[in-house]
Each structure stands twice: as C-alpha cells, then as structure tokens.
C-alpha cells in the first residue's frame, strides 16, 4: 500500500507570492490533515478535511487555506507569503480522523527568501 | 493554555543502553496519548499509543507509561540501537473533542555506537 505522497518536497518562494502544496493520502483514507513545522514552535496544525469538509482548524491566518477533493487528495495554500511562512509543511492520513494514529507524508519543504 | 512539553530536548545514550524519553501535559480532558519518531529527513511515524484508562502499554522493544495523577507521559525504548537516532513527540487528544492531536515540541535522541 503506497504511503502519503507530498509534492512538490522542496521549493523556494520570494516574499508576496503565492504557494500550492498538495497531498495524495493512503488510499481508503478520508481524513486529511496538513501541518506546519518549524524549530521554533514544532508542529502547528492548520487543518483537516474529511470527505471534502473542513472538520477542523488551527489557529492560523486566513492566507492558509486549504481544500480536499472527491478522490480525498488535498491542497493547502498560502498566499502573500511571509519569511516566517518558512517551514516543513507535512500532510498526514488518517481512515477516519477519529484516533490519533496519522500517516504522515515527508513534507514539502518550503522557503521563502 | 493547555499545552504539551518534552522535560529534555536531547537524550544521548550508548548503544544498547535503555533510554526514556519523558513528556507533561496540562490537559485533563485529554485521553488518548501517542508518541510518534521522526527521522531525519522524513514524517513522523507512530510508534505506540496509550488510552488514560490504562496507564502502561508494551510494543517491541517499546513501553508507555501513563501517570495520570501527575499528567506525565514516559517513552521507554530497551537496548537502543543506532537506528532509534531521530526525533520523539509525545502528542495527546481528547475523544471528547476533534481528537486532533497536539504535539508536543520533540526529544532529540542520539545513540552513539
């Protein structure tokens, strides 16, 4: 059974532009969570989705956004980047989100200079 | 606010040592408790959980102790091997809320051989 696959895994944004993350979860698995991790505060979670709901979210700004699709694949973005929007974001999958046992992806690296 | 901590950010032992990795949390409410291990490089990935109606949990090579009294979580990994290096959260949730785990912020583990 294939794992959670995150693309794109490393990219570099400028300050003001916009980014497009995108996980494909576990197959069979509806929940999708995406988190953001940092030195400085660890792991933040900004959302989750479940059947193409939010059903969940953190406590992060409105230029995080995020969206799940039929087939449960999800996107996050974020835009009007930010140099403290630096960080590994990492989606993870869950059957159900109703346990804490999550699948995490390897995370897509982001930079923003 | 409720928040979930790491008593020591790295932990260094001899291989085949025992090594015990220690986490607080402020949240009574919480209930289910997970520590996951993140490797250089790579997601987290779960390694064992704990309900608060048990208060010690056996894996391979692996035990969690829940003290509930005193909101103490504990990992214990027997005879660690190079391999174990990585990263440990101890994360909680609450299944009477999103059970959206919290993470606390990672005990780095470094086992020279």
């Known amino acids: 059974k294939a794992g959670v696959t995150q693309t794109p895994r490393y990219l570099i944004k400028t300050r003001g532009q916009q980014v497009t993350l995108s996980c494909s979860p576990i197959?069979?698995?509806?929940?999708v969570s995406w988190y953001q991790q940092t030195p400085g505060q660890g792991l933040q979670f900004l959302f989750e989705?479940?059947?193409?709901?939010?059903?969940n979210k953190g406590n992060f700004p409105g230029r995080f956004s995020g969206r799940q699709f039929s087939n449960s694949r999800s996107e996050m973005n974020v835009s009007t980047l930010e140099l403290g929007d630096s960080a590994l974001y990492l989606c993870a999958s869950s059957a159900t989100g109703s346990t804490g046992e999550l699948f995490f992806g390897e995370g897509s690296r982001l930079t923003v200079l | 606010g409720e928040s979930v901590g790491l008593h020591l950010p790295t932990l260094s032992v001899q291989e085949g040592d025992n090594s015990i990795i220690n986490c607080a949390y402020s949240?009574?409410?919480?209930?289910?408790f997970i520590w996951y291990k993140q490797e250089s490089g790579k997601g987290p990935q779960f390694i064992i959980d704990?309900?608060?109606?048990?208060d010690k949990r056996q894996g391979q090579r692996v035990t969690v102790l829940l003290n509930k009294t005193v909101k103490h979580l504990s990992l214990q990994i027997a005879a660690t091997q190079p391999g174990d290096s990585a990263v440990y959260f101890c994360a909680e949730s609450s299944s009477g809320g999103s059970y959206i785990p919290t993470f606390g912020r990672g005990t780095s583990l470094i086992v020279h051989p």
């Open positions: 989705y479940f059947s193409e709901t939010q059903r």
């Open positions: 197959s069979g698995h509806r929940s």
């Open positions: 949240n009574s409410a919480s209930d289910y």
């Open positions: 704990i309900r608060s109606n048990m």
